[in-house]
């Protein structure tokens, strides 16, 4: 991993064999990053996405292992337990361009992945809901 | 809905029942918003997405009805005769993982929807277009 | 294509017939724009997509023609060899709802396209990769 910062974006390049979330997430450590929100593309050969069923109160998760392209990626960074945190959703073009998407647990990077990330100058926290036991945004300022 | 504003970014949370464009409609007309744009991700239970078919010069629409994920979610927010407009696409990930996407009419949130919208400080119009009848963004300094 | 500019954001209306990655680089080459991200939406009426395979070191490519919704465009503005450089995914959303995606080699607007673009102050390099013979991001400053 690479990365460039200008200002308040970070221009980051993963390179193969890097886990995505894992890569980000230590960016994000190392940098005190509590805030912010991303954009990338690029390719991955594994991933791991999940589907929140509300009556299961669940995820379904897929194991995928191809070639793919990521076709969209965007996630937001906060802080959970004291940690940073990421939340993201991916979608997966294979090679007849069909496309897969979920909620992204990891993935493994083949060719190369270019991110675009803002990064805010305060941090946005997290509180685990007791309902779904979803860690959900805690946005006390400017909330209704 | 709640939310927390970061200089010129807002970090939206929308919860289970909320309108996603129906919400955000409210949040630009309260903080008098007239030009953004927003990503988000997050799961709703249903949607109405569109597609145009330039042909015929009218959008088919389809009502989906089961949990989803938000793939991807990108908008922007202008003024159109008076009031704030909302132009969002959307991808629709299913419990196969299948995407399924279009122009988003409305989407109802499921478990939570996480949402990141800069504003901008200066409002962006829109005029309709008479051959299309669609409002075309008014874009005027800057331009060809 | 008509553009305004509001502090390092373009908003950005390209027309039916206008080709998404050369208005765009060109609208690069003359504002002098060699770093930056957009994310965009609207229709289009024919597409090239790619698909890059690593074991065959490789790009499969598909010409899409029919009426598509851009369900997500995301893309970064560098400069490579001396001129900027854009690297797009594209998913695109045909009549049933279906998505298609991948690498955006190209893309024909049928009705409208809106790009929110937001410009660096500086430039963003890239270097071709020996070994892929892709163009790599350049990151040094800040990288590991």
Redesign the interface.
């Known amino acids: 991993?690479?990365?460039?910062?200008?200002?308040s974006?970070?221009?980051?390049?993963l390179d193969?064999g890097e886990k995505i979330i894992e890569t980000l997430k230590a960016l994000c450590e190392r940098d005190a990053i509590g805030?912010g929100?991303f954009?990338?593309?690029g390719?991955v050969?594994e991933a791991e996405?999940?589907?929140?069923?509300?009556?299961s109160n669940g995820y379904?998760w897929?194991r995928l292992s191809d070639?793919y392209?990521?076709?969209?990626?965007?996630?937001?960074i906060t802080v959970a337990d004291g940690k940073p945190f990421i939340?993201?959703?991916?979608?997966l073009?294979?090679?007849t361009?069909?496309?897969?998407?979920?909620?992204l647990k990891e993935a493994v990077v083949?060719?190369?992945c270019?991110v675009?990330l803002?990064r805010?100058?305060?941090d946005?926290g997290r509180t685990k809901d007791g309902a779904?036991g979803?860690w959900?945004?805690a946005?006390?300022?400017?909330?209704?």
């Open positions: 991993m690479k990365y460039f910062v200008l200002g974006t970070y221009i980051v390049r193969a805030g929100f954009n990338g593309l390719a050969g996405i999940g589907h929140f069923d509300p009556e379904s897929v070639p392209e990521i076709v969209s990626l965007y996630g937001n939340h993201a959703h991916i979608a073009g294979d090679n361009f069909a496309v897969r998407g979920g909620h083949s060719v190369t270019e675009t803002t805010f100058r305060d946005i779904s979803l959900k945004l946005l006390d300022p400017g909330g209704d």
